[in-house]
């Protein structure tokens, strides 16, 4: 608050535009949407997203800097409430994930996750346990039809340690690859599969880049994901929480993880929400249903 009652006092416009420095989402296309509103009698232009006012995006009048000065004066440190005792226009807006505030370990968890995928060309997500038997296989085929009908095409990469069988190798396919076809390819009216012979173990995140004509790819692996990760509990050994695990979700209520946003292992409509959030779209989700400012519930924020 000292920071910008000194900048609106410097200021040599009689209005001017505060934007806090941990909403690495933020659009200036909000701010616009703000300008037009500056009235003669209003002192501060305030957006308010999916009804939380954001004071720390705000439009705010040159006079307004002694108010802030007057406040921190008398031992108010929060601007939220200094700036409820100002004439303001409050202007509704869409959330998207423009004023998601990063002041929490685990909002930085979510924002790196969001920030790695907004500079690939097809986002990826993945579902990792430290088990067999936590139920990634589920999760994953709970979360498709959440995604598909908002419109997202998702492609799913599964890893296999155990080798793959598509046939026993009487079909023309198999025939082929036990002749030594090092690729194989069947088409069909309806789609196709491609079988590539490797030397090795092809990585997760190369065999998504294959894919095509998705808009999202989820990668379900035991504990080799590509960030970022959500990470499955099911009690069965410990919980993954490195540094690719965005969020936990886990069926123990009675143990919270810190620094890090923890939901209901069943909470598929919260998990939706999350990675919609994770792969880079701008609106279609709630930020209240994965906690405003990163916090452990998954409900709201201050």
């Not at 608050?1 to 806090?20: D, E, P």
């Not at 079988?195 to 999202?216: G, H, I, P």
């Not at 609106?283 to 249903?289: N, Q, S």
Request: proline letters at 4%.
């Amino acid at each position: 608050m000292a920071g910008l009652s000194r900048g609106l006092a410097a200021s040599s416009h009689t209005w001017s535009f505060a934007v806090s420095a941990d909403m690495p989402f933020f659009s200036f296309d909000a701010a616009r949407e703000l300008l037009p509103k500056a009235e003669r009698m209003v002192r501060a232009v305030v957006p308010v997203a999916e009804g939380r006012c954001e004071p720390l995006a705000a439009l705010y009048h040159k006079e307004t800097a002694h108010v802030f000065s007057a406040a921190m004066a008398a031992g108010e440190r929060s601007l939220r409430r200094a700036a409820a005792a100002l004439p303001a226009l409050d202007v509704p807006v869409r959330a998207g994930a423009c004023f998601f505030n990063v002041n929490t370990p685990a909002a930085l968890r979510l924002a790196r996750g969001r920030a790695a995928n907004l500079v690939r060309r097809v986002p990826l997500v993945s579902i990792v346990a430290p088990a067999s038997g936590t139920g990634k296989t589920t999760f994953v085929e709970k979360l498709l039809p959440l995604l598909t009908s908002r419109g997202v095409r998702v492609g799913v990469v599964k890893s296999d340690a155990h080798g793959i069988v598509l046939n026993d190798g009487t079909k023309d396919s198999g025939r082929f690859r036990a002749a030594g076809a090092s690729s194989v390819a069947v088409v069909a009216p309806a789609g196709f599969w491609l079988y590539e012979r490797t030397q090795e173990k092809l990585s997760l995140e190369v065999a998504a880049a294959r894919m095509t004509d998705v808009d999202l790819v989820l990668i379900e692996t035991r504990s080799h994901g590509v960030f970022p990760a959500l990470s499955l509990w099911r009690e069965l050994e410990e919980p993954l929480l490195d540094e690719r695990v965005a969020a936990l979700f886990s069926s123990c209520h009675e143990r919270q993880a810190e620094g890090i946003l923890q939901l209901d292992l069943e909470a598929m409509e919260d998990a939706a929400h999350l990675v919609l959030f994770l792969m880079g779209r701008e609106e279609g989700f709630d930020l209240r249903r994965i906690a405003w400012d990163g916090g452990h519930s998954g409900k709201g924020g201050a």
